[in-house]
């Protein structure tokens, strides 16, 4: 067993939402050999020995297969008797980026390379208390996609501490985290902005990390921190609809310290809210980075402030997995993930991240079906299908890229069982028919047309999802070969049916789908890259009137599609485009990639103004301009 003797325990035997525990428990060290903790718990922990913070942040995992780090503790341990201190918050609600399971903490405390001793671990014994530092039970949502928002409080004395409360256990299938550790970056201060918003700070850049506030108050009070990725308003936009990016402090009278590590937000600027008289000495974030290696640059002028801006998106859109956006989401996204890998084969020098989100991303299927959620861990997401098809072609791209095939093997099952659904709905007239809604989403970008907000039509095809079928069962077929499997389909059949039902003879356009005459840009572009279309379809996948244009998440596609055509010009097309695009972004200001071109207007003011989709420009430097890598 990993964990030994070690018992699921808990503060009581009927968690809440929003509740946080404090468990301690000594242990005797007698120097030389190398100590480790192993800890599990949902849905957060915060661990010390000795008053020494040596880990924090759980991997999120799935009911069926939990996660566990393993920390080398020994640096904070001492001869003779030590000091563990763990909290841990339950957050109690599912989210984008999280399954609730219960609550629960699961550790043990070992020494010995070899020979392993056993010097403490979790069960009946384990001391534990409410944890006074934080406040339980206030339920606050800040988006529905990040999950609840945390309230630390610095005026409740501590609870007495009684025996743990032993659970079912849930360490039977917990494995090592497969990531890396984030690494604290140096803490960065916020500056006062001058102005009509009293107590607004700039950090200067957008950074992704951990909030600390340093205040004095006349009297008790509750602070409210702000925190967004721009001022368009004159203030930090805290309230989005049903949205609240804000973080709450209880205070006492006279000086405060806090430092919360349960909430990692990203921002370029922090508000402080409070009536009461209150100084605030201190603001700012502790940036946290996924530790990779960069790879040398020699770009210059505007091609260069893109491509560092496209890295630093995409940096602080790795964490525990790629996030979609550090600020509003933090979620993983199996095409927003393809995106980011792509990107970091051509920026980074390791590659262990992109098979791990691979390995994670084929766990999160459907309940009875073999499609994959809309984001890991989550459940009963509007799940998208095109997102499912192109799965494949990220693992395709993986192993063209490292030559890892062992992956195959790994992710054969559920690749296989997401072009299978496809096949399975095959309709007489040769193809897909659109997945009903709920549960699916027919989803392609945020553009007319492709936003899956189309009337449910259930013999409605879609251009893109058949086209992405074949673009991804051709790769398929390639994975196949490692592990000696066939996947029987006619494509060439797909290919004439896609012709047939979606071209127009008349302007050489594919429409974007069989009851919608429109043209899109990205289906253009997608029936190109299976091979069809002509001259005149080329013109549409460039732009022109009466075609949809392409979102910022989806160029890639659009680039792919014009250098396999036109090997003349079509690079100066692309690095063209990407001028245009990104120059007009960075003009703004922006140090990093926004979601769409709308910036933060998009979505009903809701807009990111730093997403991993984004930063594909790195993949076509590397490619077109490679004598400066």
């Not at 290919?495 to 356009?509: C, L, P, Q, S, V």
Request: proline share 4%.
């Amino acid at each position: 067993m990993i964990f030994k003797n070690a018992k699921r325990i808990w503060i009581n035997d009927s968690p809440k939402s929003e509740e946080y525990g404090y468990f301690t428990d000594k242990f005797v060290w007698e120097g030389g050999e190398t100590v480790y903790l192993k800890i599990l718990a949902e849905t957060d922990y915060i661990a010390y020995i000795n008053g020494t913070r040596v880990g924090h942040c759980q991997f999120a995992g799935y009911p069926h297969e939990k996660y566990y780090d393993k920390l080398d503790v020994t640096s904070a341990c001492r001869d003779g008797e030590n000091l563990l201190e763990v909290t841990v918050r339950y957050e109690g609600v599912n989210s984008a980026c999280h399954i609730d399971d219960g609550a629960g903490l699961a550790y043990s405390v070992e020494c010995g390379d070899t020979k392993r001793r056993q010097l403490a671990y979790s069960s009946a014994a384990t001391l534990c208390a409410p944890e006074h530092r934080y406040v339980s039970h206030k339920v606050r949502e800040i988006t529905c996609q990040l999950g609840l928002t945390s309230t630390m409080d610095n005026a409740t004395p501590a609870f007495p501490l009684s025996p743990a409360v032993e659970l079912e256990d849930f360490t039977a299938t917990a494995k090592v985290r497969p990531v890396k550790l984030c690494e604290d970056c140096e803490p960065v201060e916020g500056r006062e902005v001058i102005g009509d918003t009293p107590r607004l700070y700039d950090l200067g850049d957008e950074y992704a990390g951990y909030l600390y506030l340093k205040v004095s108050c006349a009297a008790p009070c509750e602070v409210k921190v702000a925190y967004g990725e721009h001022i368009e308003d004159g203030c930090v936009r805290q309230l989005i609809g049903a949205r609240d990016f804000s973080l709450d402090f209880v205070c006492r009278e006279g000086a405060n310290c806090f430092e919360q590590r349960f909430v990692r937000l990203s921002a370029r600027y922090l508000q402080v809210i409070c009536d009461a008289d209150v100084t605030v000495e201190q603001i700012g974030l502790i940036p946290v980075l996924y530790p990779v290696t960069e790879r040398p640059c020699n770009l210059t002028g505007l091609d260069r402030e893109i491509y560092d801006a496209c890295v630093h998106t995409l940096r602080l859109c790795m964490h525990t997995h790629y996030e979609d956006c550090p600020w509003r989401e933090q979620a993983l996204y199996a095409l927003d993930s393809r995106n980011q890998m792509l990107c970091g084969y051509a920026a980074f020098r390791e590659w262990e991240f992109q098979r791990a989100n691979l390995v994670f991303m084929s766990k999160g299927k459907r309940p009875d079906d073999t499609l994959l959620e809309l984001t890991y861990p989550a459940v009963n997401t509007p799940a998208i299908p095109f997102f499912s098809v192109m799965y494949p072609v990220a693992v395709y791209e993986y192993a063209e890229k490292t030559g890892d095939v062992t992956v195959v093997s790994e992710v054969y099952e559920t690749m296989r069982g997401i072009l299978q659904k496809m096949v399975d709905r095959i309709g007489e007239n040769g193809l897909i028919r659109n997945f009903p809604k709920p549960p699916y989403w027919n989803f392609y970008e945020w553009s007319e047309g492709s936003d899956g907000r189309a009337p449910d039509a259930s013999e409605r095809c879609d251009l893109i999802l058949n086209c992405a079928f074949v673009y991804s069962a051709e790769r398929f077929r390639t994975l196949c070969q490692v592990v000696d499997k066939r996947f029987d389909v006619d494509l060439g059949a797909m290919r004439e049916a896609i012709k047939r039902e979606f071209f127009n003879e008349e302007t050489g356009f594919f429409r974007i789908a069989t009851t919608d005459s429109g043209y899109s840009q990205l289906g253009n572009a997608f029936a190109m890259l299976i091979g069809l279309g002509d001259e005149r379809t080329l013109a549409a996948v460039r732009g022109c009137e009466g075609v949809v244009p392409a979102t910022l998440s989806m160029l890639g596609y659009v680039y792919d599609a014009i250098l396999a055509r036109d090997k003349k010009n079509g690079g100066e097309f692309v690095l063209s485009d990407i001028r245009e695009k990104y120059g007009y972004m960075l003009s703004k200001g922006t140090t990093t990639f926004w979601e769409t071109l709308d910036g933060a207007e998009a979505f009903h003011r809701a807009g990111s103004l730093c997403h991993g989709w984004s930063a594909m420009p790195i993949v076509y430097y590397k490619r077109l301009l490679h004598e400066f890598f």
